[in-house]
């Protein structure tokens, strides 16, 4: 899909700005995503379903995937992106985006892509994903994931934002970081 692009849907991609919402398991990306998703009115994009099984069935079995495994699917998440650029969509992404080389992946999409690191202490992702049921991300990998993990560069473009207690506090944190502190203001806990 990426290979055949046409130049004739540049003029669209280039209003198009992407932001992936990213860090290891646990850190809420796929809540904050969907609240800033929303509050953008931007669809979201969930990286975790387009995890090919393979990739799936390794992790629910407690084993921490390779660069190879990666590699399809973060091709994948950067084609999704691609879609959404060429219809002119600007769109939210959660995908856990560990390493630089992999941001790279990310950033070959059409449109402009900004990374949002949400931080989260070590105690409170542990505790975090202590308590998750249902997700195919054992406990057990996210010694691996910190372990892969390279902060963002200072030539990259994005922010790192340090999770709040509460979801709502966190995308309202992401907006007014990428956008100002004005953008962040809202009613109740909607961000």
């Known amino acids: 899909m990426h290979e055949d692009i046409d130049p004739t849907v540049g003029a669209e991609a280039a209003s198009v700005e992407h932001l992936v919402v990213m860090g290891v398991s646990g850190t809420g990306k796929s809540t904050i995503g969907t609240m800033v998703a929303e ?9 975790d379903d387009l995890h090919p099984p393979a990739n799936v069935e390794k992790m629910h079995a407690g084993v921490p995937l390779t660069d190879d495994d990666r590699g399809p699917w973060l091709r994948l998440v950067r084609d999704a992106m691609t879609e959404h650029a060429r219809a002119g969509r600007s769109a939210v992404v959660a995908c856990s985006a560990l390493r630089r080389s992999y941001r790279d992946v990310l950033r070959e ?24 049921r249902g997700h195919f991300m054992p406990a057990t990998l996210l010694a691996s994931q910190l372990a892969t993990l390279e902060p963002l560069g200072s030539d990259e473009d994005g ?33």
């Open 109 to 132: 999409a059409e449109g402009r892509v900004r990374m949002v690191h949400v931080d989260v202490p070590g105690d409170e992702l542990a505790r975090r994903m202590a308590s998750r």
């Open 159 to 191: 922010v790192v934002v340090a999770a709040a207690v509460v979801p709502y506090a966190t995308a309202r944190a992401v907006l007014a970081a990428l956008l100002g502190p004005s953008t962040a203001r809202a009613d109740g806990p909607r961000p």
């Open 39 to 47: 509050r953008l009115g931007r669809p979201f994009v969930e990286g």
